[in-house]
C-alpha cells in the first residue's frame, strides 16, 4: 500500500486526477444510469478514463466509486452490490494505476441528513464502512471522502474509514460564496470548521473540491492553512466557473489557463492538486508542467 504522506513528507507536491462524471457522459453514460454499474456493464471504458490520467501524469487517481453507499445505489435497486461495485472500482484504478501510482477510492455523500432524521449515525456509520472495507480490498491505498457539505456526515465517514481499514484519509468540502463575501457549504459550514473538525476526527489531508475554479479557491485555502497549519491540504478545482451554453453548463477554463491560475494556490501551501467539474487529462497535463517548472 502507497502512502501520500510519506510522498509529502519527501517533499513533493502531487497532482490528482480531473473530473469523472462528465468523462463518463462523454463516453456514453445516459441520465438516470448508475454509474458505478459501468464498472462492471462498461469496464474497458472505466478502465481508459482512469488509464488516461495516469497518461497525463496523475500522482493520484480516484476509483468510479462516488455514489457507492448503500443509500445512494438504492435508487438504482443495487443497494445489496456495494461490496461488489466498490470493489470493481477501486480495482480498476488500481490496474491503470500499476506499481507508480496512488489509488484513492471516491467517497460521496449519500444525501441523507441526519439533522432532518431520515437517517440514524449507526447507519451512516455502517454504509460508509461498507464501501471504505470493498475500495481497500479492490486495492486502494487511500480514500477521498469529496463533495461533502455536513460536518457530522463527513465525521461518520472519516471515523468509519479509520476504525475499519488501514487507507489514508482525504476528506474535501464544497463551498459557495455567500451574499457577504464569505465561504460556506449548503449547510452553512466555513473553510476553518469543516478542516478542524476533519482533523479531529481522524483525516490525515483535507481540502476543498468543485463549486469553484482555481481562482476563487485562493481565499478557501488561506482560511484552511490557517487554521490546521501542519495538516496537507488538497484542492480539486474545477475548469473555471461554469457558463450555460445552449442550455448545457461548460466550463471555460483551457488547460494552460488553468495552470496559470494553480500557482498561486500552490504559494499559498497547497501539496496536492487536481481537477473537479470539466477538467480533462490536458488540464491534468498542464498543471504537472506547472508544478515540475515551480
Not at 76 to 81: D, K, S, T, V
Not at 277 to 290: D, F, R
Amino acid at each position: 500500500m502507497k502512502s501520500i504522506i510519506k510522498s509529502l513528507l519527501a517533499g513533493k507536491v502531487l497532482v490528482s486526477d480531473g473530473a469523472w462524471g462528465t468523462f463518463l457522459q462523454k463516453e456514453g453514460l445516459q441520465p438516470g444510469e448508475c454509474p458505478e454499474l459501468w464498472c462492471i456493464e462498461h469496464r474497458e471504458k472505466v478502465l481508459n478514463i482512469a488509464q488516461s490520467y495516469v497518461d497525463a501524469g496523475s500522482d493520484i487517481i480516484l476509483s468510479n466509486s462516488f455514489g457507492g453507499t448503500s443509500f445512494k445505489l438504492e435508487h438504482y435497486g443495487l443497494a445489496g452490490r456495494v461490496s461488489e461495485l466498490n470493489e470493481a472500482a477501486a480495482a480498476i484504478s488500481r490496474e491503470a494505476a500499476g506499481d507508480n501510482v496512488i489509488v484513492a477510492g471516491s467517497i460521496g455523500p449519500t444525501g441523507k441528513m441526519l439533522l432532518m432524521g431520515d437517517v440514524t449515525p449507526e447507519e451512516l456509520y455502517d454504509s460508509f464502512k461498507e464501501q471504505a472495507v470493498a475500495l481497500e480490498r479492490g486495492g486502494a491505498d487511500a480514500c477521498c471522502i469529496e463533495t461533502f457539505a455536513a460536518i457530522d456526515e463527513a465525521e461518520l465517514a472519516i471515523k468509519a474509514v479509520r476504525e475499519n481499514t488501514e487507507l489514508e484519509v482525504i476528506c474535501t468540502f464544497t463551498f459557495e460564496k455567500t451574499l457577504q463575501g464569505e465561504y460556506r457549504t449548503m449547510m452553512g459550514v466555513s473553510p476553518a470548521q469543516s478542516s478542524e473538525a476533519c482533523v479531529k476526527a481522524g483525516a490525515h489531508i483535507v481540502g476543498t473540491n468543485c463549486g469553484n475554479g482555481m481562482v476563487q479557491m485562493g481565499a478557501i485555502v488561506e482560511e484552511i492553512i490557517k487554521t490546521v497549519p501542519n495538516v496537507p491540504v488538497v484542492v480539486h478545482a474545477n475548469a473555471g466557473m461554469p457558463v450555460m451554453v445552449d442550455g448545457v453548463d461548460t466550463f471555460p477554463e483551457t488547460p494552460e489557463e488553468m495552470a496559470e491560475n494553480v500557482k498561486s494556490v500552490l504559494a499559498a501551501g497547497v501539496k496536492i492538486i487536481g481537477g473537479c467539474c470539466g477538467t480533462t487529462p490536458a488540464h491534468i497535463s498542464a498543471m504537472k508542467k506547472a508544478v515540475k517548472n515551480g
